[in-house]
């Protein structure tokens, strides 16, 4: 028999193990930044709301759940009971509602224009990817402002409308819900793209040509086919635009108001105007949460994928 | 039009081409839209007053964005090299070699930050610092945006050092280069485009950051979007479509840049 | 050829007991099991096995990019082990020639020298005289990029032998090339060999090259050597199934020893062929045992003594013919020469006697 199946196991030679420990060392910078810079950080997000907040911002350690409780009810500063309100479940209601519709809204523009860029010839193809990713690389503070400077009472949209005489005095666009689902389209749309793209793109089409024998109707093909074979990009992209949707600030704070307050604003809010800490924190932690529990429906998903295709 | 053949006409859908030009037309109309009125004379959305760059010059002669532009430089500058240098020693642990213990979770913390909201880690941060007693200025954001900049410098990083095969390094070593000089002679000048490519990516992300950098961000420490945001809360004006427009080009070209670099063939 | 007359030949290399095993558990593959060979100064020593028989792995090793699970290496009596691969006195050409693309050729072939700290004027020096050894001394400022396969190739073989190393070793260097190309460097390489007086330890897959340029060659499959020897001693005296049916092309008969005179082994096969080979040490009447024997080492004739055989397909090859001849439920292939003209030739179906050279059977260790 072979000396491995006699026993021998392979062994790592001293040379082998100098350059391991090197490896160990050059990744100590990155590992300690990151641990140092955002683990610890949220742990220590974690850890105040669960703290009384101080007068004037900060902390007292003073252990309470109070951060938690004032999410969901208001506390009568007379007679000390709770009473159940819902303005901030309104707030992460809406949020999560826009981040839905966005996803939605992006879902819709973004397949037919993912599947028309798969179904173009090579050459073309690699530019329209080219050219669906360039506004992503711009600043998106940038792109948020330009479309507040679009859409707005004195802008160039309103100018038009009334130009053609379609409206006679300007429409009111900017600062609504609608104006904030707009820009999370409009900032991730390209999210949406990509991935639906590179899993339209495996496609073989010849198979559709195939099943144009057994159906007859291009649209029961797209039904039945196209859209089961993209599901994963579709998955991947929608969770790639509901997410940053959920916790977006500039969005709704641009284009909202100050109004249609959504989850970023809020949190913002805590640490800037209201100066309550822990409150912030514990908004920030339950939007974690929210967060975790999308990406391990996506992690299932893709575990789930895995196997089927082994 | 050119008679599509039986296969082209299969795969059309009426109206999908037509929502993907809307798509495009989505995407590209706001900045287009900006970049043509910064370049109009007169102050005014209905009157076109000539081509000019008047707006440029006065947005730039403004000693507060000149300020804000400086302090965008100094921050971005420092963190994508420190970024990177952490990104290079990064991508040449992970990147080769036999895996380490831990291997995944390394490579899943190290692009961590790309996946948290980014609301998530300005609050972070911001506690952090004050937990610390760090003092919020311009440090306290040069320290901010490493963290982040380290997942994009690693990016291009580790994906030209994947491409670089292992006999390289095996060949200088067997003409009796030690690692260092192997790393430095043979390793290292091989990979620079992937490291500058990386660079200039996290250049372009510090430079663009505005939630992190707001929430960290002392008294008188402005960056350049930090500016525009307080400008624009006060209402629009030239300069700042102006200044806008600047800035989107700067991305554009800065990261068509990092993605020709890194392309480059390894025949120089 | 060794140095027989000179007294004994200083022994260059010698590789003892040594095992690598990669990975742990039922996944362990083991990539060189127990290996010892010797590999003598001066000798242009081949390598030659299929892919995955560990023979670049065993090159590695001895360069020292593969750490040994157990065994030595010894380097002129010194155990190389634990240096690491720039303290060993011995370069490499690799199979994909990995020239540095970022340097010129003249800063390729100098980069061993420049490590080693030489002077400027001295490497220049070097550099230049090497690359007119290798034939390419117009082409010093190129890069390697500009460079065709073959020159690339050149310019790898350079490198590696600027420093004027002790040994050198050659992973697959002619694999990438054309045939023309791979026959003449199979001259220059031998050529280069004999003037420098260097120890060339040379891998490769493809047996013609291994017959034609080594002094010795290791016949190695599955991690093992089979056997080690010149190239006549391989081809003539194969020790088992493996070398036998690797090198050339043989027949294998099983056979039954009836009885032995002095060394020789008179065999019977199956369908009651009568052959005679060496006896091995312990072979005794009675024993079942394998032999290889040569197509070319066959005799075909119309008649006469012989066994009888019949011819069952033929192949006219020009300068050959090969039979399949059958004997009982024997299968054999038999090679002739066409030297004789016509009056030799066969058809499908002829009844012919085979005859047997004294030394066309060899009977095999397994």
């Given amino acids: ?310 | ?268 | 050829m060794t140095n027989q007359g000179l007294g004994v030949a200083k022994t260059a290399i010698a590789v003892v007991g040594v095992t690598k095993v990669y990975g742990v558990g039922s996944g362990a593959v083991t990539a060189l099991d127990d290996v010892s060979l010797e590999i003598r100064d001066n000798e242009f020593f081949t390598l030659l096995g299929p892919s995955g028989c560990g023979k670049t792995t065993l090159l590695r090793g001895i360069a020292g990019f593969e750490e040994l699970t157990e065994g030595r290496i010894l380097l002129f009596g010194e155990d190389i082990g634990p240096l690491p691969p720039n303290k060993r006195p011995v370069n490499t050409v690799f199979q994909q020639y990995a020239l540095f693309p970022h340097m010129s050729v003249a800063q390729n072939v100098g980069f061993g020298l420049r490590m080693l700290g030489r002077d400027r004027s001295e490497i220049e020096a070097t550099v230049q005289r090497t690359l007119d050894l290798v034939k390419l001394g117009a082409l010093a400022g190129r890069r390697p990029t500009q460079l065709s396969g073959g020159q690339q190739q050149r310019v790898a073989l350079a490198r590696a032998l600027a420093t004027q190393p002790r040994v050198l070793l050659l992973d697959e260097p002619l694999s990438a090339l054309d045939l023309k190309l791979r026959q003449e460097m199979r001259v220059e390489l031998k050529q280069l060999q004999q003037e420098t007086g260097i120890t060339f330890v040379f891998v490769t897959h493809d047996q013609e090259e291994a017959l034609t340029m080594s002094d010795r060659i290791a016949v190695m499959s599955d991690g093992k050597v089979q056997q080690v020897g010149g190239a006549q001693d391989i081809y003539d005296q194969p020790v088992n199934h493996f070398v036998a049916d690797f090198i050339g092309e043989t027949n294998f008969l099983d056979v039954e020893i009836e009885d032995i005179a002095g060394d020789r082994a008179h065999c019977r096969s199956r369908a009651g062929l009568a052959l005679e080979a060496e006896a091995p040490e312990g072979a005794r009447p009675g024993a079942r045992v394998s032999v290889s024997v040569r197509p070319e080492k066959i005799g075909i004739g119309a008649g006469g003594d012989g066994a009888d055989a019949v011819v069952e397909r033929l192949t006219y090859l020009g300068t050959d013919t090969h039979y399949q001849v059958r004997v009982g439920d024997e299968t054999l292939l038999v090679r002739v020469q066409n030297a004789h003209g016509r009056r030799s030739h066969f058809d499908v179906g002829a009844r012919v006697a085979l005859t047997f050279d004294p030394d066309a059977a060899r009977i095999l260790a397994d």
């Avoid at chain 1, 009810?73 to 303005?87: I, M, S, V």
């Avoid at chain 1, 507040?148 to 005489?165: A, C, K, T, V």
């Avoid at chain 2, 009796?176 to 200039?200: E, T």
């Fill in chain 2, 1 to 268: 039009m050119a008679r599509r053949t039986r296969g082209e006409e299969l795969r059309r859908y009426p109206g999908f081409r037509a929502l993907t030009f809307a798509c495009m037309f989505f995407l590209y109309a706001p900045m287009v839209v900006i970049a043509v009125y910064s370049f109009n004379a007169i102050r005014s959305i209905t009157v076109w007053g000539g081509f000019s760059v008047s707006w440029y010059l006065k947005a730039f002669s403004n000693p507060a964005i000149q300020k804000a532009a400086m302090n965008s430089l100094i921050v971005a500058s420092t963190a994508a090299t420190v970024a990177t240098v952490f990104a290079t020693c990064g991508a040449l642990a992970l990147a080769r070699g036999r895996p380490l213990r831990g291997q995944e979770a390394a490579f899943g913390l190290i692009n961590l930050p790309l996946m948290v909201p980014e609301i998530i880690s300005a609050v972070a941060s911001l506690l952090f610092f004050v937990a610390v007693g760090i003092p919020l200025g311009l440090g306290s954001i040069m320290l901010a945006h490493i963290v982040f900049c380290i997942p994009f410098a690693y990016l291009p990083i580790s994906a030209r050092l994947e491409g670089i095969e292992a006999y390289y390094e095996e060949a200088a070593r067997d003409l009796y280069a030690d690692r260092w000089k192997a790393f430095r002679y043979v390793l290292m000048p091989l990979l620079m485009p992937g490291v500058i490519s990386g660079f200039i990516l996290a250049f372009i992300i510090s430079l663009d950051d505005f939630i992190i950098t707001n929430f960290v961000a002392g008294p008188g420490a402005t960056t350049l979007p930090l500016a525009i945001y307080g400008m624009v809360r006060t209402g629009f004006t030239p300069e700042i479509n102006a200044i806008s427009t600047l800035m989107l080009l700067i991305s554009v070209s800065f990261v068509s840049l990092s993605y020709l670099i890194g392309r480059r063939q390894k025949g120089f």
């Fill in chain 1, 1 to 310: 028999m072979t000396r491995a199946e006699a026993g021998l196991k392979e062994v790592i030679g001293p040379q082998e193990r100098r350059e391991l420990r090197i490896r160990r060392i050059l990744l100590l910078p990155s590992l300690l930044v990151i641990g140092f810079g955002l683990v610890l950080p949220i742990g220590i997000v974690v850890v105040y709301s669960f703290l009384r907040p101080g007068t004037y911002g900060g902390v007292i350690w003073d252990f309470t759940f109070s951060a938690y409780i004032q999410f969901l009810f208001e506390r009568d500063l007379f007679d000390n009971t709770l009473t159940f309100q819902t303005a901030y479940l309104e707030i992460y209601l809406r949020s999560f509602l826009q981040a839905v519709a966005a996803t939605i809204g992006a879902f819709m523009l973004g397949f037919p224009a993912a599947y028309f860029i798969a179904t173009r010839p090579l050459a073309t193809r690699t530019m329209w990817v080219f050219l669906i990713t360039v506004p992503y690389w711009v600043n998106l503070l940038i792109r948020t402002i330009s479309m507040l400077f679009i859409i707005r009472d004195e802008g160039p949209l309103n100018y038009l409308l009334i130009w053609l005489g379609i409206v006679e005095t300007p429409v009111r666009i900017a600062y609504t819900d609608f104006a904030v689902g707009l820009a999370l389209i409009y900032s991730y749309l390209p999210f949406m793209v990509l991935p639906i793209y590179a899993a339209i793109e495996r496609f073989d089409f010849r198979l559709m040509e195939a099943a144009y024998d057994l159906y007859a109707n291009r649209w029961t093909i797209l039904r039945e086919i196209i859209l089961p074979l993209a599901k994963p990009g579709i998955i991947a992209g929608s969770l790639l635009v509901f997410i940053p949707s959920l916790g977006s600030f500039l969005a709704p704070d641009i284009l909202g108001g100050g109004k249609n307050l959504m989850i970023g604003n809020m949190i913002a809010l805590q640490f800037q105007g209201s100066r309550n800490w822990p409150f912030g924190s514990a908004a920030a932690v339950i939007l974690m949460g929210v967060v975790l529990i999308a990406l391990m429906i996506f992690v299932r998903q893709q575990l789930r994928q895995r196997v089927r295709t082994n």
